[in-house]
């Protein structure tokens, strides 16, 4: 039987001398080089549009796999590797040089039918488009092979009707099952333990509803400011940028039905149905379920407009119109240039009723942490130790980033693996796309108008905005990620 491991693969990476080949991609194609995980025929094209010998790209790459890898990286082990890459210039818009592409992977695969090509877009947006066309017209597409995926980077349009046109141009030439939208969040390690934690344990099953569970918070700081991508950020803002995309991906891993398997399709299926009951957003959730801010200096980065009313933080009440989450906020909140990096959701349960003892507990709060620290919190009520009634709360900690120090693998690797085995389970499926930019193109229309007056400044390394603070109405009325001791 031929398995996709062991079939001649050829990766070919539109972008080869960007940022995130430099930074991702290929340190983490080393990565899985050195773990034994990539076919054995693995070999990679990375496509640029300046002139440059292989043995300059392979420095660049490797000076760049030393800067941004987070292991030791031995500088033999390294070009050994590199002798699986070559580098191809090309012109994304010009026809001919696909020509050139499509007779030279004729020239390094054999026409061995069981050869394939995984296109990875690590591009601007504007060129998706015209890159895939091109596949099309050179007749690279027509070539014979076994597979041939395509992998693209977000953003994923700027709203549902260019995010529509964009799939319709892509659609023409790929089916959806060999597109690869990547998100990824969706690959983070504790990201994908949530199915394990939900699903395998059977303490939590029974409680991952409505009865049981008071609010969900899903918080994504970060303490960088938008650096160098300033041209980029001011016209898309934090709504795009992370609530349409890796926030409510993860939303609906935490709510989803169980899946009847783990399977691609049924795990995406269940996903669609939480995006599906998202209770819309209209004018009259302006003042109570979305603040929006802006960190201060923001309009004096480099490539941002001096009047600016892009959001860098967004905080925003959702509900989950079903049997399971009628009724329970859940609390997304991400921001830029804020006092420390970090990702979590929290699910904060319902208080139980002290009928035995006339003491006050707190609610059960389980942490998830996806970073920088990787771990499982569970918050219990105890007795406090003492001859006295009184109560505390304990903390019982899986610290997975003590146990497995730096060994967990990047999100990249996870992704590119997944896409070489043909496992979109962990990519995004066109109706998810469509129902995300729905929900926040609702926002988006809602909001426009009012931009200035909504817009919320907060110091750059602060907790947000103070409205913030009054913003979070339920259960023990707190936001958690204030509560941790970084
Ligand atoms: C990207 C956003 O998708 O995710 C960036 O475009 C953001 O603005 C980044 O900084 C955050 O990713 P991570 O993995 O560093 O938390």
Request: aromatic share 10%.
């Amino acid at each position: 039987m031929i398995t996709d491991a062991t079939i001649q693969t050829q990766m070919i990476i539109f972008g080869g001398t960007g940022d995130l080949t430099h930074r991702k991609l290929v340190p983490a194609l080393f990565q899985l080089h050195l773990h034994g995980f990539l076919p054995k025929d693995f070999s990679l094209l990375s496509i640029g549009r300046r002139p440059k010998t292989h043995g300059e790209y392979h420095q660049d790459l490797l000076d760049a796999t030393k800067k941004f890898s987070t292991k030791a990286i031995d500088d033999q082990e390294f070009l050994d590797f590199a002798k699986a890459i070559s580098y191809f210039r090309l012109d994304f818009d010009n026809p001919e040089d696909y020509l050139r592409l499509k007779q030279t992977l004729e020239d390094r695969t054999s026409s061995d039918p069981e050869r394939s090509f995984l296109f990875y877009l690590a591009v601007s947006p504007d060129y998706f488009s015209p890159i895939v066309e091109n596949l099309e017209s050179s007749g690279i597409r027509a070539l014979p092979s076994l597979w041939q995926r395509l992998v693209i980077e977000k953003p994923f349009g700027q709203d549902l009707d260019s995010a529509t046109l964009l799939n319709e141009s892509i659609a023409r030439v790929f089916p959806e099952k060999d597109i690869y939208r990547i998100d990824h969040y969706v690959a983070k390690e504790m990201i994908q333990n949530i199915n394990m934690l939900r699903f395998q344990n059977t303490i939590f099953g029974p409680v991952w509803n409505r009865h049981h569970i008071d609010n969900v918070q899903i918080t994504v700081l970060e303490k960088e400011g938008v650096g160098t991508r300033g041209g980029y950020y001011d016209h898309t803002g934090a709504l795009r940028d992370m609530v349409q995309n890796h926030l409510l991906q993860l939303l609906a891993i935490t709510a989803m039905e169980p899946p009847v398997s783990l399977d691609a399709d049924d795990v995406r299926n269940e996903k669609v149905k939480v995006f599906e009951a998202l209770r819309p957003f209209g004018p009259e959730d302006l003042s109570h379920r979305l603040i929006l801010g802006q960190y201060s200096g923001y309009t004096q980065e480099d490539k941002v407009s001096e009047d600016s009313t892009t959001e860098t933080l967004v905080a925003t009440k959702i509900f989950i119109d079903n049997e399971r989450w009628q009724g329970v906020p859940f609390y997304l909140l991400t921001g830029k240039a804020m006092k420390n990096k970090t990702a979590q959701i929290t699910i904060e349960f319902r208080k139980s009723n002290p009928y035995t003892l006339d003491l006050d507990n707190q609610p059960n709060i389980l942490e998830i942490k996806i970073q920088p620290d990787e771990g499982i919190t569970l918050h219990l009520n105890v007795k406090k130790p003492g001859v006295m009634d009184q109560m505390t709360m304990a903390e019982m900690d899986y610290c997975q980033s003590c146990l497995y120090l730096f060994n967990s693998p990047d999100s990249y690797e996870k992704l590119l693996l997944d896409a070489m085995n043909g496992d979109s389970t962990l990519f995004t499926r066109w109706d998810e796309l469509q129902l995300t930019w729905k929900y926040v193109d609702s926002i988006q229309s809602t909001v426009n108008g009012d931009r200035n007056t909504l817009l919320k400044p907060y110091n750059v390394g602060s907790f947000g905005p103070e409205e913030l603070d009054r913003f979070v109405d339920s259960g023990a009325s707190t936001w958690w990620f204030q509560n941790r001791i970084y």
